[in-house]
């Protein structure tokens, strides 16, 4: 039986890689973006199991009004995929107060907004799975990223909250959290401010190295193929019990073992001190 798939910022990169392999598979796909227009060719292949819908996901009205849309146009939704999200590189200190708000509204605030226009019908039928692109970012810190990895944080923490709220009403949540991958995130997505000489050693050094993931960076690093994620999230959805985090790409299972094992090996060390507060 097809799918309904509600998928937000599918322009290009890993959105309309998800786009592709549903509607490739006879599943049918509500693709928003700020500007759709980019994937009217594909509307005239696919008229009767696509509907292209403009969205702001910053605006919350605009979600409610995008997810009513969908469910005139296929009766229900089963899966949303929350991927709409970019980043910016600059230091703490000189990255200008809008530009970090601006990072958090789309990539946390937006997924708030679309994830609650999209639960009363979840919880209606009792059936949905909510799949959040957050990131390894939001295992570990990397200088430069700081409004993005808190974002980043901040929806897999709002996943691991939201996943116990709606387990009753039998509604999955599965934050994905890949590593690097072969999208247009390091190219024009993305601003790198003027850095300081001050900061030249950590954020200018992380700069250089973002601007080298080219395609042959991130196979070489062990990063994801942006076309096999579909079929991963096909596998999770038909899961019984799936993941509430999981891990995309070995350089991101890499990673995230690292980011573990310094935070058990610092704990481990400050035990004394921590232990030192208790009543």
């Known amino acids: 039986m097809s799918k309904v798939w509600f998928i937000t910022g599918t322009s290009r990169g890993l959105g309309r890689a ?8 006879g599943d049918k796909v509500v693709a928003t973006a700020r500007n759709p227009k980019v994937l009217e060719p594909l509307q005239a292949q696919y008229p009767d199991t696509l509907l292209l819908y403009p969205l702001d996901v910053t605006d919350s009205s605009a979600a409610r009004a995008a997810v009513s849309a969908a469910l005139d146009k296929f009766d229900h939704i089963d899966l949303l995929v929350n991927n709409a999200g970019y980043a ?38 009792r059936a949905g799975h909510i799949f959040q692109v ?6 570990g810190g990397t200088p ?3 409004a993005y990895q808190a974002s980043k944080f901040a929806v897999s923490g709002f996943s691991i909250s939201l996943a116990a709220e ?15 991958m072969q999208t247009d995130w390091m190219g024009s997505s993305m ?10 050693e950590t954020v200018g050094s992380i700069a250089g190295h973002v601007g080298n993931l080219d395609s042959g960076g991130v196979a070489a690093s062990g990063g994801s193929d942006i076309a096999k994620i579909g079929s991963v999230i096909e ?26 094992q310094q935070q058990a090996e610092s704990d481990v060390r400050w035990k004394e001190l921590s232990e030192s507060t208790s009543v």
Request: net charge negative.
């Open 18 to 25: 998800l786009v592709d392999h549903a509607l490739a598979q």
């Open 88 to 125: 910016n590189i600059a230091s703490v200190e000189h990255m200008a107060e809008e530009d970090f708000r601006a990072q958090v509204d789309t990539n946390f605030f937006g997924v708030v907004n679309v994830t609650k226009a999209v639960l009363p019908h979840f919880r209606a039928r």
């Open 134 to 139: 957050s990131s390894i970012a939001s295992r």
């Open 144 to 146: 430069g990223l700081s």
């Open 166 to 180: 709606v387990a009753p009403f039998n509604i999955k949540v599965t934050s994905l959290e890949p590593g690097a």
């Open 191 to 200: 601003k790198v401010h003027d850095i300081d000489e001050a900061y030249r």
């Open 235 to 260: 596998t999770l959805y038909k899961a019984d019990d799936p993941p509430v985090r999981v891990l995309l790409g070995k350089d991101a299972v890499n990673y995230g073992q690292h980011f573990s």
